[in-house]
């Protein structure tokens, strides 16, 4: 009287079971393996899914370069600022962000603190005190 599931696999042809990837099989027989639908896909199905993603990718693949076109002209035009291009040279929590050579003023970055180390008059530092 019990009720036994049912089973749904498929069997490897070309390869052995493990050498499979995500992406090998269709969607679609993926979809009625895992029981997500109820009948298994027919070959005109999956054919015209595949065509179907294609279309779909060469159609975004058009309007990206038609965008970028678009932000170019734009840029030309002056109608639109071009992105800034941003330098990191270091990280907040370095004792010595930012800075190649000792400094006569103290610096504190996140939870460290360098003391200004001194410089003799004339040095060529531009702070005058």
Do not use: C
Request: proline residues 9%; without cysteine.
């Amino acid at each position: 009287g019990q009720i036994i599931p049912e089973r749904r696999f498929v069997e490897a042809m070309n390869r052995q079971a493990y050498q499979y990837e995500m992406g090998d099989f269709p969607t679609e027989w993926e979809a009625w393996i895992r029981k997500k639908r109820n009948d298994p896909p027919t070959i005109e199905e999956i054919l015209k899914n595949e065509n179907y993603r294609e279309e779909m990718k060469q159609k975004i693949k058009d309007v990206s370069e038609k965008d970028k076109l678009l932000q170019a002209k734009e840029y030309e035009e002056g109608l639109v600022a071009e992105p800034v291009h941003t330098q990191v040279k270091g990280h907040a929590s370095a004792p010595y962000y930012g800075k190649k050579e000792p400094s006569p003023d103290p610096t504190s970055t996140a939870s460290t603190f360098q003391p200004g180390s001194w410089m003799p008059p004339g040095s060529g530092s531009g702070h005058n005190k």
